[in-house]
């Protein structure tokens, strides 16, 4: 609904802006098994024109549910000056908490509660997590690109409306194996109706938000 | 000795068989537990070290799901986040100790090292073993390193908070203690060690279980790898199995493993007993055996040894023997047949010893058996005289040859009979076809001399069956013993000698003389003397002349053999000329007196008194058809005429003689030999039968010459004989010529020649012609 919202609003700023930009990139995440990956985060950078340059979309405000002891969603793209709100739909408290760089804070929720919203101004990745349900994390992605998208359930992102150029298409994705170096493409549009396909493979740790047996190691 | 060995060949048969069963059996039991020993020494082996590997990730998991709970920590995440080094040294240290490690760290995701507990140790920078680290995220994730010669468990926990934002590693040393503990949580082997090759090619022990048995060593010192499948091997003079185990290492790690040891001397303890308990029963066993074949050999060998006694007493002649007691196995079975084998064989001896010393004809006893008899007899009764008689049946060869031998069997075993009636008491034999021995010990000359009239009074009888009457013509001849005469086969010669005499005398009875005995063993010895004698011409020739009474002049000789014997002294002619003849060396005899005579007749003949030489010819010479050959060839040696030798013989020579005799009489009368019948008068021949013989001359006996001066009868004899042979043509001489009167007499009835005593005895060839010469000169 956010998201829909979202891109609404994305699409009336294009069209005010000027011309209307056919160009599309087609993002396909698959695991080192060639599942499809969800909720990765593809960022585009454009070489030729600074995102700067493009006027701001107006400041958002993000809500972050929790829901049967899980986060919704997984991953929350930001733009910096976006605001993020928490809300307990469950019946238990949780105690939120982060440790990122880009914005520190812990308090509890009670059930039906919601935190007051919190503006993300840097850009940067916050892990959230909850203090007393050690399998609930959601990661707050402040972009400082306006091209994003997340990858769905069959691991596709999508980009419409592209102009022409060269763009560096960066993925990130919470299991992302640490100490490695975020995979990165350079992508060259070459038309207003070019549609390019990109695929990346990544090789991830496993989903923290599964819970672990830990009566059964896997050695 | 023999049954001894059999007995112990048996017993050691069984006892051998025994021994060889019971080592093999044992051999047998000892290699097949020996293998199942190896194969669950295998096995186990193969259990043991999955176990420990179990094992050590059961601890390992320990460790980790402490430190997982430690990394949830809500204050060590914060501090490890906001990058307070030192409130997560003191945490780490803190539950360091919990878990047992020796050394905690904290590293971020690049393997830099942020926090480490042991400031004492090696300072690290960088985690040696990022594999672990990429690994941590994945799964959980402990291995076995080796740092500081020292072998020790890595486990590495990634902490998040709740992203990743670093990974506790935890060093758990596995070292003596940590096996040992392991051991006694789980039924491990005693022997467990740790090895790390920390020099390429070569394995250092690091850590062992509760028993250090050095198995590392060992196989470092074989340096044929590692034992990756369980291997039999000798650890310091004991069996193992060894079996190498790998373990979960990080790459970068100098390799360890696990050495698991199975002692096989372990595994055979429990069997020490067992082998004691069997080594007893074989020694019990054995025991039992030797007895029981020493028993059951004995029970065989005793019933043979047995037999075997009484084989020897039966080949002793000892027939009277049970040799064995009644068994009803083989043995008893053949100790009947033994048995039954002796009767047959005491029946069959007693059959043969009778046949052998029995006459068949009469059932008497034979030669043999009576020999015996009397040498026993003999030497019982030595100092008594008994009485030997040799009855002979003249006529039996006779009888056999003309009527046949049943008809002789008949007339012996009648004889036999009617010996026996008369001779009550006495011994019976029958020694030849024709002869009986009868032996009566206890009887003296007279006894024995009225022993003999009676059986030659039933013998006389004669012997009667259907148209046939027989006479037997019995003779007895009597040797009495004589004290120091032991033997029997002597004293059997003497009576048969005496039963030859006997035999041909009138009385049919006769005693053994010693004198008259011909057969003494002494003459034996004679006849090799006498070729000895022949051969070195020790006889000598001696002549005693004949004294022609019509002239009054010694014109004739008769060469007489003398033998001058070097032991016995003179020996007369007598004494060996029949045994000469006998033994067939007359011929010799007679060649020698014929070339010595004919000799001597030439030298005579030289000196100018020829002399007719008379020598004396046997009748053994007249079968020799070459001897008138052989005579004239010895007178042309010496060229003398024929007319110089004269040949006697005498009457026996000639008559009823074949005809080789009267051919060679012949051919000498023939050659001019003169031919002069010796001894006549005395035997049978008469003139009428002379007439067809070449005969020359006759030589009257000297019986009749002896008396013949004063017997009238003699007279009358001689006159007679010398008037007949005058008108048949004969020279006759007279022999034995002892006084004047009968040479007057001899002279007065005009025969030719008188030879004897009173004219000269025999003299050698020199006297004579000195002699010859004496009355030569005295006639003229």
Known sequence: MFKFGWLCTFWLASWCAGPVFAAQLVVQVADAQGHPVSDAVITLASESTPTESSPSPPSRTYYIDQKNETFIPYVQVFRPGDKVIFRNSDTTRHQVYSFSKIRKFEFVLRPGQSSPAMELDSTGIAAVGCNIHDDMVTYLFVSPSADNAISDREGTARFDHLRPGRYTAKIWHPQLHPGRVEPSRVVNIAGSSDSRVLSFTLSLIPNPRDSTDHDHPLY | MPFMGFRLRLALFFVATLVLVQLLTAGLVYEVTRRAMVTEGERQLTANAAAFVAQMDDISARVASNVEVLSLDYALRSAIAEGDNGTVLSVLRNHGRRVGASRMLLIDSDGRVEVDTDDAGTPMTTFPFPDLIDRAYDQRTAAIVAIDGKASWMVVVPIYAPQPVGLVVVNVPVDDALLTHMQTLSALPRNVELAAELVPGHWTRLASGSRHAGLVESIAAVRHGLPWKPLLTRVKGREYMVLAQRL?????????????????????????????????????????????????????????????????????????????????????????????????????????????????????????????????????????????????????????????????????????????????????????????????????????????????????????????????????????????????????????????????????????????????????????????????????????????????????????????????????????????????????????????????????????????????????????????????????????????????????????????????????????????????????????????????????????????????????????????????????????????????????????????????????????????????????
Request: glycine share 6%; hydrophobic share 45%.
């Open chain 2, 248 to 780: 979960k290492q990080p790459k970068d790690s100098a390799p360890v493993v696990a050495i698991l040891g199975y002692s096989l001397d372990d595994a055979l303890r429990p069997f020490r007993s067992v082998v004691i308990a069997w080594a007893t029963l074989l020694a019990l066993g054995l025991g039992v055996g030797l007895l029981g074949a020493w028993l059951t050999a004995r029970s065989v060998s005793r019933p043979l040894e047995a037999l075997a006694s009484a084989v020897r007493r039966i080949e002793a002649g000892d027939y009277h023997v049970s040799p064995i007691t009644i068994r009803h196995d083989e043995i008893g079975q053949l100790a009947i047949a033994f048995k039954n084998m002796i009767e047959s064989v005491r029946q069959r001896e007693a059959r043969i010893r009778h046949q052998a010393m029995h006459d068949s004809v009469t059932d008497l006893p034979n030669r043999l058996a009576a020999e015996a008899t009397l040498d026993e007899a003999i030497a019982v009764e030595g100092t008594t005289a008994g009485a030997l008689l040799m009855i002979g049946l003249t006529r039996v060869p006779e009888i056999t040859k003309t009527m046949g031998h049943a008809i002789c069997d008949r007339l012996m075993r009648d004889s036999s009979q009617r010996i026996q009636r008369v001779a009550s008491g006495t011994y019976l034999a029958r020694t030849s076809d024709a002869q009986f021995m009868l032996w009566a010990p206890v009887c003296d000359q007279p006894e024995a001399v009225a022993l003999a009239l009676r059986v030659l009074d039933t013998l006389n009888e004669s012997y009667q069956e259907t148209d046939l009457n027989i006479d037997r013509l019995p003779s007895v001849g009597i040797a009495i013993t004589r004290p120091g005469l032991s033997r029997a086969s002597t004293l059997l010669r003497h009576a048969e000698v005496a039963q030859f005499t006997a035999s041909g005398s009138s009385s049919a009875l006769s005693f053994y003389d010693a004198a008259t005995d011909p057969h003494r063993p002494d003459q034996l010895s004679l006849m090799g003397d006498l070729r000895l004698a022949l051969d070195t011409d020790a006889l000598a020739l001696h002549y005693q002349p004949k004294l022609n009474l019509a002239s009054g002049v010694i014109d004739g000789a008769e060469a007489l053999l003398r033998w001058d014997h070097p032991q016995r002294g003179s020996v007369p002619p007598e004494a060996f000329i029949g045994m000469a003849e006998d033994s067939g060396n007359i011929q010799r005899v007679t060649r020698w007196v014929l070339a010595s005579a004919v000799a001597q007749a030439r030298q005579w003949n030289e000196l100018g008194t020829p002399l007719r030489v008379a020598v004396n010819l046997s009748a053994h010479d007249l079968d020799d058809l070459e001897l008138p050959e052989k005579i004239s060839r010895l007178l042309a040696i010496h060229r003398l005429p024929a007319s110089c030798l004269v040949l006697e013989v005498t009457e026996r020579a000639v008559i009823g003689e074949p005809d080789t005799a009267i051919r060679v009489l012949m051919a000498l009368a023939e050659q001019g030999f003169a031919i002069a019948i010796d001894d006549f008068g005395v035997g049978q021949s008469t003139f009428a039968y002379l007439r067809h013989l070449p005969v020359t001359e006759i030589k009257i006996d000297q019986t009749f010459v002896k008396q013949l001066a004063t017997d009238a009868n003699d007279q009358i004899i001689v006159q007679s004989i010398v008037d007949l042979g005058h008108r048949l043509g004969y020279r006759v001489t007279a022999e034995g010529v002892e006084d004047q009167g009968a040479l007057d007499y001899l002279t007065s009835i005009g025969c030719d020649h008188a030879q004897g005593y009173f004219i000269s005895r025999a003299l050698p060839a020199a006297d004579l012609s000195r002699f010859i010469a004496a009355t030569g000169d005295s006639a003229v």
